[in-house]
Nanobody
Framework: QVQLAESGGGLVQAGGSLRLSCAAS????????MGWFRQAPGKVREFVAA????????DYADSVKGRFTISRDNAKNTVFLQMNSLKPEDTAVYYC???????????????????WGQGTQVTVSS
């Protein structure tokens, strides 16, 4: 059974930092693009960041560019999201996702992702 397990969420003050981790099990994602999405209450799930299978290419939502960094450790089947300079509007449940196709680019459309984690809550207080 394929599982993506997010961790690292929590409550932080505005301007603070958090590092999210997503550990995959059940299959390797070393040849698959990975991404992070988030969903705030009453809003649709939106793209945050993505990384290509080998990690050379990344893409970010405009709202997080310059503040968030996505990275991966294929040896550990894990992807990370470093979040700095957090703002109250970053408050959401953050989801890790993996594509099913191999050797793909950093995908920004949630329809491109076949595997999803359960999410981790990030709350930024003002």
């Amino acid at each position: 059974q394929v599982q993506l397990a997010e961790s690292g969420g929590g409550l932080v003050q505005a301007g603070g930092s958090l590092r999210l981790s997503c550990a995959a099990s059940g299959r390797t994602f070393s040849r698959n693009a990975m991404g992070w999405f988030r969903q705030a209450p009453g809003k649709v799930r939106e793209f945050v960041a993505a990384i290509s299978w080998i990690g050379y290419n990344t893409d970010y939502a405009d709202s997080v560019k310059g503040r968030f960094t996505i990275s991966r450790d294929n040896a550990k089947n894990t992807v990370f999201l470093q979040m700095n300079s957090l703002k109250p509007e970053d408050t959401a449940v953050y989801y890790c996702a993996g594509t099913g196709s191999s050797f793909g680019p950093a995908a920004t459309d949630k329809a491109d992702y076949d595997y999803w984690g359960q999410g981790t809550q990030v709350t930024v207080s003002s």
